[in-house]
């Protein structure tokens, strides 16, 4: 037993995780309990908290495939490719872009995370791959490196290392793991630069979450700049670090 719904007084009765069988909003359906705060209570699992796989579209939608509905809407210039797995989606780099919801899931104040794509730039042009304005986001650079941003610091592309070669017109595997501690970055499995420090936490902000773009301000709610120009598949969000070999297992046998 534990502390079900994070008043700070354990065992009260429920069976270990029954708490997130029932139709509390901060909970989800499997799992077990983790604290945000006081009467403030979330789902801790293993996978990853959003999947896309940018393959089909419901609705007008691209579909979440972990399990939370987290199902983003697709605009402007985009359009259903062939990807390095199934299907992609093809961004135009001047309007196309996926807005996320805006869930709690998305907007935590983590102590850890993980973002992995596979991407095909058209051009050697900087284009945000997925972001959540000045909260946290990955990067592609006008010269094919990637970085991670986040805000559990200044906010700056760039200041958590970053590194690697992404060319254009072909695909490349791209994941940024921070820690709490550091940040390393990978490229097709490899680890790219040196891991740099970056401690801390991220402190949600009020803006959407996007792929292709970034709205650039902490309250943006559509995107601003850094549209990306090339296909897009297999988006990974999770709210802790995965490991080199969990990276890897990405690459070789997807989710």
């Known amino acids: 037993l534990q502390d079900n719904d994070c008043d700070t007084t354990v065992d009260e009765g429920w069976s ?5 069988d029932n139709t509390d909003l901060d909970q989800c359906a499997e799992g077990a309990i983790a604290c945000l705060g006081a009467f403030e209570a979330r789902c801790s699992r293993d996978g990853p908290t959003a999947y896309y796989t940018m393959d089909e579209l419901i609705g007008g939608e691209v579909p979440d495939h972990a399990g939370d509905g987290l199902h983003g809407s697709r605009l402007g210039g985009v359009t259903t490719v062939a990807g390095r797995v199934g299907l992609a989606q093809q961004f135009d780099g001047s309007t196309g872009r996926v807005k996320l919801p805006q869930f709690r899931q998305l907007n935590q104040p983590l102590t ?15 284009g945000v791959i997925v972001a959540k304005g000045q909260q946290w986001g990955l990067r592609r650079n006008a010269d094919g490196t990637i970085s991670y941003a986040n805000n559990a610091g200044v906010f700056c592309y760039g200041c958590s290392g970053g590194g690697g070669v992404t060319p254009a017109d072909n695909w490349s595997h ?17 680890q790219v630069g ?35 120009n090339g296909a ?17 297992s990405l690459i070789t046998s997807g989710l």
């Not at 850890?112 to 900087?126: F, G, L, Y």
């Open 232 to 248: 897009i598949d297999e988006v990974t969000l999770f709210d802790y670090a995965l490991t080199n070999t969990e990276v890897l």
């Open 194 to 228: 040196l891991p740099v420090a970056r401690t801390g936490a991220l402190t949600p902000t009020d803006s959407r979450a996007l792929i292709g773009c970034d709205s650039g301000f902490a309250t943006g709610k559509d995107c601003n700049l850094r549209w990306f």
């Open 112 to 126: 850890a995370q993980t973002i992995t794509a596979w991407i095909k730039p058209s051009d050697n042009a900087a």
């Open 174 to 190: 791209v994941a940024a793991v921070w820690d709490g501690t550091t940040v390393t970055h990978y490229v097709t499995g490899t």
């Open 16 to 20: 270990l995780g029954g708490a997130c």
